[in-house]
Structure formats: structure tokens, C-alpha cells
């Protein structure tokens, strides 16, 4: 492998490495509680360093989504319709329990996703994220007005269905019991953005 490439591969150790070990004393000791200092004593690298590949205490928490980011971009620019394509997307992360989607009962995902909607600082991070996400859907869409107007409700859905899953297993819910129910409320989602945006569809 290159010198290049090494590189990169120690690079995207290190971010891991600290947005792991941040993420596990978040969870332990609460979001507020542990100082960007401890998160660098912890991981073993000086404060500075941590900085530079999280420039925001927010960003050690988001860097697990943030992969996400561009999906609904990328699954609409792959197909003639766009719509559907979402759809069977989210209909099949459903399917394989994907955490984005809410519905995964895992202990680690749910308090993950605990400490994400329920700390104010990263739920206003997470809006940020969002808009990006919309962004990057209505550039694909074409970039104008309809665009833009298509690709926020397209990503309101998806972010109110999955708020929607995780809400119901975090309340003890058993995934079995959700699943069917979240399967029957992306159906009508979808369907209901089909009518709404039919040149998507």
C-alpha cells in the first residue's frame, strides 16, 4: 500500500479512536459532564490534536452518522425515480434494522440514539446535519425551488418515521411488535409523498 494510503487508513483509525472513546464517556458520565480534555487524556492525544479532527465537542458524537449524510443523495441520483428509490431504500434498512432508520432494539444503539435526541446541544448538531442531508437531496433533484421543497419533505419523513421507531423501542416496545407498524407507516409516507411529488415517483 502507498505512503498515501497509510495514511488515510491512520487517519480514519484516529478518528474512530476518538469518537469512540468520547461516545463511551458520554454514555457513562453524561454528554455535559466530560470535558473535550478528558476525551483527549482518555484516547491518549493532547487536546489540540483532538481538535484537529473534531473542530466542535458535538462533532466526536455526529462522526458516527456522518456517513449518512449523503445518502439520500446518492440513492436518488441512481435512479430515474428518485422517489421510489428512496422508498425501497428505507424500506429495506427496515428490513436489515438499520440504526438509522430507529428501529434496532441493540443497548448500544438505543443509548446511542438517547444520548443524540436527548441532549439539546448535539439535537441542535443534528439539525445541522439534517440540513446538509436536504441540501444534498435537492442539489440532486435539480436545485431549484421545487427541488428544495421536495427534498425537505422527502428527509422530514424519514427523520420523523425513525424518531417515530426509535421512540416506541426505547419505551420497551419489542422490535417484532414495531417493525410490522413501521413497515404499514413508510408505505403510507411514501405513498403520500408519491401523490404530492408524482414526477418523483
Known sequence: MSETGLR???????????????????????????????V?????VSKPTLFRYFPAKEDLVLHRIADHEDEAARVAGQDPAPLAALRRHFLAGL??????TGLNDHPEVLAFHTLLYGTPALAARLHGFQERSEAALAE???????????????????????LENWRRIAAGEPLAR???????????????????LPHLA
Not at 428490513?95 to 438509522?100: C, E, I, N, Y
Not at 440532486?140 to 419533505?153: F, H, K, M
Not at 413501521?182 to 403510507?188: L, P, Q, S
Request: aromatic share 4%; net charge neutral.
Open 140 to 162: 440532486v433533484l435539480g436545485g431549484d425551488l421545487d427541488a428544495r421543497l421536495a427534498a425537505a419533505q422527502i428527509i422530514a419523513v424519514q427523520r420523523v418515521l425513525a
Open 178 to 196: 414495531v417493525h410490522p407498524d413501521a413497515v404499514t407507516a413508510a408505505e403510507r409516507a411514501f405513498d403520500r409523498l408519491a401523490r404530492g
Open 8 to 38: 488515510e487508513r491512520k487517519k480514519r483509525r484516529t478518528y474512530q479512536v476518538l469518537s469512540d472513546t468520547a461516545v463511551r464517556l458520554f454514555l457513562e458520565k453524561g454528554f455535559d459532564a466530560v470535558s473535550v480534555a478528558e
Open 40 to 44: 483527549a487524556a482518555a484516547a491518549e
Open 95 to 100: 428490513d436489515r434494522h438499520d440504526p438509522v
